[in-house]
């Protein structure tokens, strides 16, 4: 995909969403729901859509609302429901929405005050921290599309253990809602906000205070502090923007916001690679604005609106790569953190990188690989048999300093602070650290390539991959000139089909999958040889899966 030649500029009016328009498409566009495209569709992380193309509507809300309304009846649960709200146009329509139906149907909902934004990660770890001390079980649900453009909207449903639903709930509750859908949502209960805010089932709290005091169990804030750490931070006008304040305070740190915009337009931010809106911490395109600072402060750190992700940027060298953070994360961890026990496992997608295995084996830990989603890690975060879990996309979670549960879902605040300890506790940065690691085990040279695909040929793709897949159906027994090794569809760390393919030899691999969000072919590579090798690797992959498609 070409660089936009604008890409990193920051948007110019002409770029922004009509957020008038927006708005009055989510309350008077229907949905078709015998239209593929327009009915509830639950991906790797929740419902995504826009109201403009009639697939994120007041109608959808409802239907999924009462959908999660009846799972939880199916399956017993009777707790309290966080509702948490990024910074999105959509997401404040919909939060509303969602309140009507759940207070409609008797449920009693934890949102914070004031109309006050809660990131995924607080609510994760509102619903761990509630259900070690009641005997009913609560739940949540997440409004937000991640980092997805301004214009679109996105929910998510976190079951009791607090983490992404599996996909057999996530299934259920996209069926029933598809199902109020074609009723035109007969079944649907629904009470007027007003007198659904003036009812005792909505219970306004202070979401901050609890997640800000219990920091110091996960991280090391008092190293932090003795160190001086001089943080610079980027919100990205995300939902966490108010939290840094308070941790500053709480901890005594030297946190500086960089950027102290919300705006549903998210007009201040630089156009992504494709020239896009996107709010990305893990491209320098998005994180320009926050690059520019980068020389100013110790670190530098960014999230997306839900909270969920992190950019570490480091001083001289930039914005790390994801896959570089999650190593030296792990590096850090596992020889930092005395009272865990060796026997517990290290999580990664299968598209991260082989540099993790190479850690994992140093350190001898187990690793164990599992297709791309978070929710692959959420029984072992929440039985502390995982004592980390993270994607290549910058998403991680980690256990207590004691060995405990923390939270179960992604969580860019803690990963964010995990730099700032990092470099106070060494006094090397990450980007330093992952040095280290490259002189120890060479250097890697990864990279994502997105193209666009049809349904059909992602239809296509799936019916292939669920026969049996090898070096025939590839057309090739070697790989950039290496013989392969294995053809896998289904993860090595839990047997869980992948919904792709990942190809493998001795000093390379590729993975190959369609978006679970979006309609996007991605290709992800590495090679430890060359970056001439991994151009290799690509062109050949891309050429395999057009044989395949075509």
Not at 255 to 261: A, G, Y
Not at 393 to 413: E, V
Not at 465 to 472: M, S
Request: aromatic share 8%; glycine share 8%; net charge negative.
């Amino acid at each position: 995909m070409a660089i936009h030649e604008r890409a990193g500029q920051v948007a110019l009016q002409k770029d922004l969403v009509n957020i008038p328009k927006l708005m009055s498409h989510y309350y008077r566009l229907t949905p078709d729901s015998k239209i593929d495209t327009q009915k509830v569709t639950f991906g790797t992380s929740g419902h995504r859509g826009c109201a403009l193309s009639r697939s994120f509507n007041e109608q959808h809300i409802l239907a999924i609302a009462q959908a999660v309304v009846d799972y939880r009846t199916d399956a017993g649960i009777t707790g309290a429901l966080y509702l948490g709200i990024d910074t999105h146009a959509l997401s404040q329509a919909a939060f509303i929405t969602a309140i009507e139906v759940l207070v409609a149907n008797h449920v009693q909902v934890i949102v914070h005050k004031d109309d006050g934004f809660t990131p995924t990660p607080v609510v994760s770890h509102g619903i761990i921290t509630a259900n070690k001390h009641s005997e009913t079980l609560a739940d949540g649900l997440i409004i937000t599309p991640s980092h997805n453009p301004p214009q679109d909207g996105g929910i998510k449903y976190n079951p009791p253990h607090g983490g992404p639903a599996e996909g057999e709930i996530t299934q259920w509750i996209e069926d029933r809602a598809n199902h109020y859908l074609a009723q035109n949502l007969a079944g649907v209960n629904r009470l007027d906000y007003t007198q659904s805010m003036q009812s005792n089932l909505v219970q306004e709290v202070d979401l901050i205070a609890p997640y800000v005091d219990d920091l110091i169990n996960v991280i090391d804030m008092d190293s932090i502090k003795k160190a001086k750490v001089r943080l610079g931070v980027d919100p990205l006008g995300g939902s966490g923007i108010h939290y840094w304040a308070e941790i500053a305070k709480r901890y005594d740190l030297d946190i500086t916001l960089v950027n102290k915009s919300i705006d549903p337009s998210f007009g201040f931010m630089p156009l992504d690679k494709d020239g896009k809106i996107r709010m990305d911490c893990s491209s320098p395109y998005a994180m320009s604005g926050l690059l520019k600072h980068k020389d100013n402060f110790d670190l530098c750190v960014g999230n997306d609106p839900d909270y969920d992700r992190h950019g570490i940027v480091c001083p001289g060298s930039g914005l790390m790569n994801p896959n570089h953070f999650l190593a030296v994360a792990i590096d850090y961890l596992v020889t930092h953190r005395p009272q865990w026990s060796k026997s517990l496992v290290i999580g990664k997608t299968l598209v991260s990188s082989a540099m993790i295995d190479k850690v994992c084996e140093q350190h001898q830990r187990v690793m164990s690989e599992v297709p791309v989603g978070f929710k692959w890690f959420v029984d072992g975060l929440a039985q502390s048999t995982f004592a980390f879990g993270g994607e290549e996309s910058a998403g991680a979670a980690f256990l207590r300093r004691d060995g405990t549960t923390w939270c179960t879902d992604k969580d860019g605040f803690i990963l964010a602070l995990l730099a700032a300890e990092m470099l106070a506790v060494t006094g090397k940065t990450p980007a330093e650290r992952y040095d280290e690691l490259v002189a120890l085990h060479g250097e890697s040279f990864y990279t994502r390539v997105d193209s666009p695909v049809t349904a059909e040929k992602k239809a296509k793709f799936a019916k292939i991959i669920a026969e049996n897949v090898d070096t025939k159906v590839l057309g090739d027994t070697r790989l950039a000139g290496e013989a392969i090794t294995s053809v896998l569809t289904k993860a090595p760390g839990n047997q869980a089909k992948i919904g792709g393919i990942k190809v493998v030899t001795n000093n390379a691999w590729f993975a190959a999958r369609p978006s679970g969000t979006e309609a996007l072919f991605k290709i992800y590579g590495e090679s430890f040889v060359s970056q001439k090798h991994l151009d290799e690797v690509i062109a050949q992959a891309q050429a395999m899966i057009e044989t395949m498609l075509s």
